[in-house]
């Protein structure tokens, strides 16, 4: 079992440009969410979802865009990067069915928006 | 919405000393999660708790979940370097599918 996959790891975008993080589970889990990470800020949830087809909206999700085709897969969109998206970015999983149980977390990707 | 505090938001202790960090929610949650990130890392599930006035063990960590299911805290007795790291309590309220993260304590060990 891998667990959480996250790529890329690294990132540098212009401003405006556009990229999609992916994330990807082997776990089975119906449950996905992102999380974006900052010093002092702890972290917020951008999108969520409780199985394929679902998603929903957490703290923080201008700027982003998520779909769920698959229960494996639930990638993250950044329309127009902003270098407020600066970020370390983690998706994360659990198998909870409608509530966020035990979250299981990728390494992490880490974007930076010049 | 639901914010999720926990102080302090860095301590430093020598190896062998006590530490604990403490979480405070504005709203009542139905349960609380404490995470472990160490540093350049992910973070790491540690427990769950679920019931008010709950009290669970894993070795030197004691955690507790407040009567009125708004705070909680985590314990550490006599630390070691391993316990370097963040340590962040999350919490879900009525809204199930959302799991709000503290803010985080960054606990920083030395001999």
């Known amino acids: 079992n891998a667990g959480v996959t996250q790529t890329p790891k690294f990132q540098v975008l212009k401003t405006g440009q556009s990229m999609t993080l992916q994330c990807a589970q082997d776990?089975?889990?119906?449950?996905m969410s992102w999380y974006r990470q900052d010093p002092g800020m702890g972290l917020r949830l951008i999108h969520y979802?409780?199985?394929?087809?679902?998603?929903d909206q957490g703290e923080v999700p201008n700027g982003y865009n998520v779909s769920r085709s698959t229960t494996e897969d639930f990638p993250l969109r950044l329309l127009s990067a902003a270098p407020s998206q600066t970020s370390v970015y983690f998706c994360a999983s659990s198998y909870s069915g409608g509530y966020a149980g035990e979250l299981f977390f990728g390494e992490g990707s880490r974007l930076t928006v010049l | 919405g639901q914010q999720v505090m926990q102080i302090p938001q860095y301590q430093h202790v020598q190896e062998g000393e006590d530490f604990t960090t403490y979480c405070n929610s504005s709203?009542?949650?139905?349960?609380i999660q404490w995470y472990k990130q160490r540093p350049g890392g992910h973070p790491v599930f540690l427990i769950q708790l679920v019931k008010s006035g709950e009290v669970k063990k894993q070795k030197r960590l004691t955690f507790q979940f407040g009567e009125a299911k708004k705070n909680s805290s985590l314990h550490i007795t006599a630390t070691q370097t391993t316990d370097v790291g963040t340590y962040f309590c999350a919490g879900n309220t009525g809204t199930a599918s959302k799991l709000t993260f503290g803010t985080g304590t960054r606990l920083q060990v030395t001999l």
């Open positions: 776990m089975n889990h119906e449950y």
């Open positions: 709203t009542t949650l139905s349960n």
């Open positions: 979802s409780v199985g394929a087809g679902i998603t």
